[in-house]
């Protein structure tokens, strides 16, 4: 069964670190990317990392590039989403997802993991 899920998420002080993991079921890690996205109240859904899998090139949105690091474990076939000195602007339900390269269209969705920062 081809699955993706998210955990790692909770609630935490401006300034203070998550790690977020996506554990993979079902890919062929090689063949493809996993992004992480996020969705705040009352805004839409932006693209926040991606890490192919086939090099391990990364991608980072502006608003986090410098703060979080996208990382994957070929053997347990999860990625990681590393986020340090949060701020509360970064407060979402933060999805991974899968493409088949980074910037590609979405092909499936985990079901989200909550994310709260406060001030």
């Known amino acids: 069964e081809v699955q993706l899920v998210e955990s790692g998420g909770g609630l935490v002080q401006a300034g203070g670190s998550l790690r977020l993991s996506c554990a993979t079921s079902?890919?062929?890690?090689?063949?493809?990317?996993i992004g992480w996205f996020r969705q705040a109240p009352g805004k839409e859904r932006e693209g926040v990392s991606c890490?192919?899998?086939?090099?391990?090139?990364?991608h980072y949105s502006h608003s986090v590039n410098g703060r979080f690091t996208i990382s994957s474990d070929y053997a347990k076939k999860t990625v990681y989403l590393q986020m340090n000195s949060l701020k509360p602007e970064d407060t979402a339900v933060y999805y991974c997802?899968?493409?088949?390269?980074?910037?590609?269209?979405?092909?499936?969705w985990g079901q989200g993991t909550q994310v709260t920062v406060s001030s």
């Open positions: 079902g890919f062929s890690f090689d063949d493809i990317a």
């Open positions: 890490i192919n899998g086939v090099d391990g090139s990364t």
């Open positions: 997802a899968s493409e088949r390269e980074c910037l590609a269209p979405v092909d499936m």
